[in-house]
Structures are given as C-alpha cells and as structure tokens.
C-alpha cells in the first residue's frame, strides 16, 4: 500500500475517535453548568453559549500560528501537540469546580486544539495531487461518522457513569487517536532553510496576493456561518413541526441525516474534484446548498424537513474538502500548513458567529427566515466563485500552460 494511503486510513480512524471524543460532551454540556452550581435557566443559557463560542474563539486567534510551526517543524508534530494537549485538557474538564473555569478550560482547548486541520494538511501535503480531492473527502467521512455517533456515545455513557467520567474518556480518547498517529504515521518532510523571520501578517499579506486564495477563505467562512449558523436551531424548528410529540428523537434524526449524507457523499464528491476540478465541485454544490436551503423554510411536517436537510448535507460533503483542495493547490511553496491556519481561522470564525447570528436573526424573523438568509449567502458564495475564483484559477492554468 503506497504511504500516502496508509496515512490516510490511519488518520480516518484517529479522526474518527478524535470527533467523537470531543461530541460526546455536547449533549450534556448544559447540564454539566447545573452540577457545577449554575441553576437559573436563562443562566444556563447564558453560560452554555459563551462556553460553546469561546472555544471556536480561540481557535481562530491562534490558528494561523500553529500553521507556521507546522511548516517550520512539520505536520505531525502538531497532530500530536494538538491530540496530547486537547486529551490533558478534557481531563481536567472533569474537575472544573463551577463556571468560569469551564470556560478557561474551553478557551484553553480551542487554544491548543487543531488536530483535524493539521491531519488535513498533512494528508493533502503528502497525497499525490491528483489524489488530494479523493483524500480529503474520505478523511471528511471519518470526521463526521465521529461528529454522529460522539453524542450518542456521551449521552449513553453519561448515563451509565455521571458527566465527570465522561470527560476523563474523552481524554482517553483524544490520547488514543494521538498514539495512533504517533506509531503509524509517516510523513514526508523537509525542514525549510532557515530564512528571513516573518510576521503573522508578513505571512497572510503574501498569501492573500495568490489570486483566488482570499476569495476561497471568504467562500469557507460563508459554508460554516450559513450551515452552522441553523444547526442549533433545529431542534427548535423540529419541536414546532411536531407539536412536541419525540421531538428529541426527530432533532437527532434531522441532524444526523445531514451528517450521513456528508458522510456518504464526501468520497465520491472528492474523486469527483480530482476528475473535473475542485473548483468545479464546489461551484456546483454551493448551488446545490443554496437551492436546498430555501425550501427547509416552508416545510409542512418533519419528514419534509429531512429530506431537504439529507440533500443538503450530500451538498456540504463536496464543499470544504474541494475547498481544502483548491487551498492545497495554490498555496506558496513551503507555506501550505500557514495557508490551511489561515483558512481554519475562517472557517472557526464561521463556526463562532453563525450560531450568535443565527439566534438573533431567528428572534426577530423566525426560523424560517433565518433558513432564506443561508440561502442567500451560499448564493454570495456562489457568485464569489463565478466572478473570481473560476476566473482565477482557469488563468493560473494557462499561464502554467496546464
């Protein structure tokens, strides 16, 4: 088996057991505030929003600067410092002693967290080109069966040995996937010459001058806020569809339809990007998300609102993996791992301010409404790639002469 491809199944399974250690916490995070001694209910709510935010917060600070350590020093490296750090971390989540040091703990893990962006880059940096879409798509897969069945883990294993135990298994998990990479891994690198020390923003200004570079990080930011941006929201909706009646069961199963279909559709959509294009990918299933979205507003029962969120997530299995692959392809020679931290930073960035948007904007409009928003940024997404990144990269093509 050649060892781009050994790599990649080692790193689908570790990132398999990494989403499913850190989602195992989500559905009894609230509920952790009411043992740490936080009982008024808009109190909880309060609380479990910052530390939910806060973690996506500092991930997006310091990103960009694990991505230069890991073109200095590697990509593994930081698979390991991530995987090791996050597993110390959830470990002493299981001792916090009330609110605020939750959310220290929670700031601190998104400080050190990054396993799955440094796996991304480091498949994509030791994967032939022409198979870098194929590999990113099924490493995807792994991270989303992980990010399905993590919940159900946590909630059954909550229930059989308290929250607190939850967190040194989580902890257990997280050192596992590391040791994984750690023994089986093998990457091909080398170490840069020592040149001229560069700022932060030395670094991003001569990224962001690689034409469509800029125009994809604003492409990644508007998948995560408009498809995450609903995702809190849902159980809410489901409720009202259902007047109440298993609609626990319902938000599971209209969640993780989504997540399925990602699942399933991540692979094929990826050879898909070697065949055609990358950009090709993910201009048509930016069109396909945004059609998709629109009518998750005007659905009448449940199952409606199921098969619209199924097709929907086979959309969003083409989207980031072709947008990883599009990054891989322009990036600076020697400066991969800093143009995926940049990305990332976007992309956490997204993941912080969908969710907070998302609620104000369902408070004044609706649900629904906020349902019609996401389709009219993914529709800004698709005009972005029709207007400049299309353009852009068929130019590099034929000045390259490919």
Known sequence: MPKWKKNLYILVVSQFMVMAAMTMIIPFLPLYLQELGVTDPQSITIWAGFIFGINFLSA?????????????????????????GMAIVMILTGFATGPWSLLFLRFLNGTISGFIPASIALVSTNTPKEKAGYALGILQSGAVA??????????????????????NITGVGLALAALTVWLFVKEDFTPPEAGEKTSTMDDFKKIAAVSPIIQIYMVVFIIQFALIGVNPLVSLYVEDLSGGVNSAFYAGLAVSSMGIANMVAAPILGKTSDNKGAYYTLFVCLI????????????????????????????????????????????????????????NSFLFLGSLLGPIIGGLLAAVYGIQGVFLVSAVMLTIAVIIMKIYVIPGIKKRKDDSGD
């Open 288 to 343: 396909g998300a945004a059609v998709f979205s629109v009518p998750q507003a005007f659905v009448t029962n449940l199952w409606q609102l199921i098969a619209m969120r199924f097709m929907t997530g086979l959309c969003l299995g083409g989207l980031l993996p072709a947008a990883n692959t599009l990054i891989r392809q322009l990036a600076p020679s020697g400066m991969e791992s800093r143009t995926y931290g940049f990305s």
């Open 146 to 167: 992980g990010g399905i069945c993590g919940p159900l883990f946590g909630g059954l294993l909550a229930e059989a040995f308290g929250f607190r135990t939850i967190f």
């Open 60 to 84: 997006f600070i310091v990103s960009p600067f694990w991505g230069k350590l890991a073109d200095k020093y590697g990509r593994k490296p930081m698979v390991l410092r991530s995987g090791i």
